[in-house]
């Protein structure tokens, strides 16, 4: 099993900042993408960002410039780091891992269980 623990959610006012975290742990022999995604209320959930075991990241064009994704691969942690925040970002903010399983060296793909971010305006 792989489990995610996510923090860092909370209440901010419009132009305030957030840092989310993400811990995986479990039987992980290696990750390969690690992202965020959100989800509003009466909205599909979408992804925010995400970053490959090279650093290749890739931002959803509603973030981009203010939020900026890296990751600890010793630790097995991905960040979120959320500058300027708006009312629209107001969401549960769902960490997202990829990988192979020690055992076998199956693949998984799991899902933290969010954090809630409110932006008030």
């Known amino acids: 099993q792989v489990q995610l623990v996510e923090s860092g959610g909370g209440l901010v006012q419009a132009g305030g900042s957030l840092r989310l975290s993400c811990a995986a742990s479990g039987s992980i022999f290696s990750i390969n993408v690690m992202g965020w995604y959100r989800q509003a209320p009466g909205k599909q959930r979408e992804l925010v960002a995400s970053?490959?075991?090279?650093?290749?990241?890739n931002y959803a064009d509603s973030v981009k410039g203010r939020f900026t994704i890296s990751r600890d691969n010793a630790k097995n942690t991905v960040y979120l780091q959320l500058n300027s925040l708006k009312p629209e970002d107001t969401a549960v903010y769902y960490c997202?891992?990829?990988?192979?399983?020690?055992?076998?060296?199956?693949?998984?793909?799991?899902w933290g269980r969010g954090t809630q971010v409110t932006v008030s305006s």
């Open positions: 970053i490959t075991s090279g650093g290749s990241t």
């Open positions: 997202n891992v990829g990988g192979l399983r020690t055992w076998a060296r199956t693949p998984f793909a799991s």
